[in-house]
């Protein structure tokens, strides 16, 4: 164990932190977690260009990569769908805090406190339930040398790759460089930067505003001319010698990827290509950021040709963000065929995508029909439900997707097909895979790009979008939700997602023959007492009160402890547990 790992370790057995008990899982409210992304959005914003980019090369990897913020909240993530989905069963996810406080010993909160990069694999996280990860983390500073938040790479322990934290240090690198050239009027980097230091392609740059006053550092220049250089001016010698680097700070990325997204991105620099244009997805409503994530993949697909596969409970939009990939895409004005795989009887799934010539079954049409890949021309064709097709139909599928080309049932002629496909399931392929239900084959074919849509009581969006149902469903007449009626909303768990919503909403229009829908007229399925609380999401002050129960609980009763872990001062302490009514048993209480 690296001796940063062993510290955090004793940082963890200090605060009474159980290995082996389930590790604080609270995932901030919604509003909260809204408030923290409009907090960091400078960070999100120049983070996103470079974590899309990277987010096809994670897709199958089963590896995902992560922005926290300073305070150890995770902000975005991407990656591959089947390990996001795991990481989520330990809340490794969008509204999580992974400091060590409440995750013991990993990747995101250790580097946080070390403020260095660093890996922590398997059994070196502190609770047991981590220890089936391997995460690497790297720190990301301001220009001025600020702590701002932290780039992970996670994975399952088994697929460690020791690149991981070197791709998180190149990410963190990467930002830190975009914020000095947003930052600084001017950029150069200094002498010497060809030499040894060019090999491993980082170049120490020095921000200088208008009176050419050092206003930003990287790491390098940092270790060259130290913090205390920031507000002085470089000497006559060194302003001379350094190059002028604020159009060419693509030579400071590493990989030919990382080149592009620098130029694509670069704010500030004169020979910037054109930001492709992302198409709004405009049927599509909602402001979650799982959403948010998901559609802006959505929105990228549409401009490439690759084959989308569209993964989410049944209800969850999969049909409707289908139809917007190929709305706003270049096939917009060729059909758009939907074929459910589920509904197609095993024995005529190929007369049906590929088609049949006359008189090749009883009860065929006499002059036969083209199938739906044919259909669909140079427009898209939509396979939903692909996890219930046929293990005959999948080998057929396959074929077509390899060779390019459809034969007719009874003919022995085979025709060339242009349509893109996208296709879509509320099943686990893997695990169908595992139980032999599913072609790995057809699935990494159909996977390009993989987009997992949340189920509703996943969102922090409900009411926005039940809002937006109702503008559709009472056009003539537009209705309004009372509070009441809001918070029931809210606190259910859709099994049905937003098809269910939609119906729940038709009905209340109806019954609230009005204007205004009320608590009476939303009537849901029964399932609401049942139901676990919508994202069982505390609310702020409920959080507030279990952090400071449980730091003083930790520090047994040592007030300025618990005022350490909670890492606020003693005198707020005090004053929040007066708020909250919370004493401290006199035998216990310490200064
Ligand atoms: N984000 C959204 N904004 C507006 N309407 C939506 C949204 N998501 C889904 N819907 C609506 O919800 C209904 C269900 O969506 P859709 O049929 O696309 O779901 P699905 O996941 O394909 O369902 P299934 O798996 O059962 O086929 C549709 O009427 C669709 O228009």
């Not at 913090?227 to 159009?247: I, Y």
């Not at 989410?312 to 060729?334: N, V």
């Not at 007066?578 to 216990?588: D, K, M, R, S, W």
Request: hydrophobic content about 40%.
């Amino acid at each position: 164990m690296s001796t940063i790992v062993q510290q955090s370790w004793k940082r963890c057995q200090e605060s009474n932190l159980k290995a082996w008990e389930k590790a604080n899982d609270q995932i901030i409210s919604s509003k909260r977690i809204k408030e923290i992304i409009q907090e960091n959005h400078p960070l999100i914003q120049e983070s996103l260009p470079l974590f899309n980019k990277l987010a096809p090369f994670l897709l199958s990897t089963e590896h995902i990569a992560l922005l926290a913020d300073r305070d150890g909240n995770i902000i975005h993530t991407v990656g591959d769908p089947v390990f996001a989905t795991q990481a989520q069963k330990v809340q490794l996810q969008i509204g999580a805090n992974w400091t060590e406080d409440y995750k013991g010993t990993n990747a995101i909160g250790t580097a946080l406190i070390a403020q260095q990069p660093i890996s922590v694999q398997g059994d070196q996280h502190y609770f047991l339930e981590n220890r089936f990860l391997s995460c690497s983390a790297a720190p990301i500073f301001s220009p001025t040398g600020e702590l701002l938040g932290v780039v992970d790479i996670s994975t399952r322990k088994e697929y460690t790759h020791p690149f991981a934290l070197t791709i998180a240090c190149m990410i963190a690198e990467a930002l830190q460089n975009r914020f000095l050239y947003a930052s600084a009027e001017r950029v150069i980097a200094l002498p010497g930067s060809t030499d040894a230091t060019s090999s491993s392609g980082k170049v120490p740059l020095v921000g200088l505003d208008r009176d050419e006053r050092i206003v930003g550092l990287n790491d390098l220049a940092k270790q060259r001319l130290g913090k205390a250089a920031l507000g002085t001016r470089l000497s006559p010698e060194q302003a001379r010698a350094g190059r002028d680097v604020q159009d060419n700070r693509q030579r400071f990325w590493g990989t030919q990827a990382a080149t592009e997204a620098a130029s694509r991105n670069c704010a500030a620099a004169p020979s910037q290509k054109p930001q492709p244009v992302l198409k709004p997805f405009p049927r599509l409503a909602g402001s979650c950021p799982l959403f948010l994530q998901a559609k802006m993949l959505g929105q990228k697909a549409a401009q490439v040709d690759f084959p989308v596969l569209i993964l989410g409970e049944s209800g969850t939009g999969k049909e409707l963000f289908a139809q917007m990939i190929h709305e706003t895409g270049p096939r917009a004005q060729e059909p758009f065929i939907a074929v459910n795989c589920s509904a197609i009887s095993e024995n005529l799934i190929e007369s049906e995508l590929f088609g049949y010539e006359s008189g090749a079954f009883t009860g065929a049409n006499r002059e036969g029909r083209i199938g739906k890949f044919e259909a669909a021309k140079k427009g898209t064709i939509f396979l939903d439900e692909i996890g219930d097709m046929s293990l005959r139909g999948q080998a057929a599928l396959l074929r077509v997707l390899q060779e390019k080309v459809v034969t007719p049932v009874g003919s022995n002629q085979s025709r060339p097909i242009h349509a893109r496909i996208i296709a879509a399931t509320h099943r686990n392929l893997p695990e169908e895979i595992r139980a032999g239900r599913f072609r790995a084959d057809l699935y990494y074919r159909l996977k390009g790009v993989s987009i997992h849509l949340p189920p509703l009581r996943k969102r922090c969006d409900i009411i926005q979008l039940a809002e937006h149902l109702l503008q559709q469903i009472a056009k003539d007449q537009p209705c309004v939700l009372l509070p009441e009626a809001k918070a029931k909303l809210a606190s259910y768990s859709w099994p049905g997602n937003v098809r269910e919503l939609q119906g729940v909403l038709v009905q209340a229009a109806f019954l609230s023959d009005g204007e205004e829908i009320g608590e009476e007229h939303i009537q849901l399925e029964g399932l609401a007492e049942e139901a676990e609380p919508v994202h069982a999401v505390p609310s702020l002050r409920e959080s507030e009160l279990a952090a400071i129960r449980r730091a003083l609980d930790s520090s047994g009763g040592n007030v300025s402890k618990a005022a350490r872990l909670l890492q606020i001062g003693r005198n707020t302490l005090y004053r929040k547990m007066a708020e909250y009514q919370l004493t401290v048993p006199v035998n216990q209480e310490k200064p």
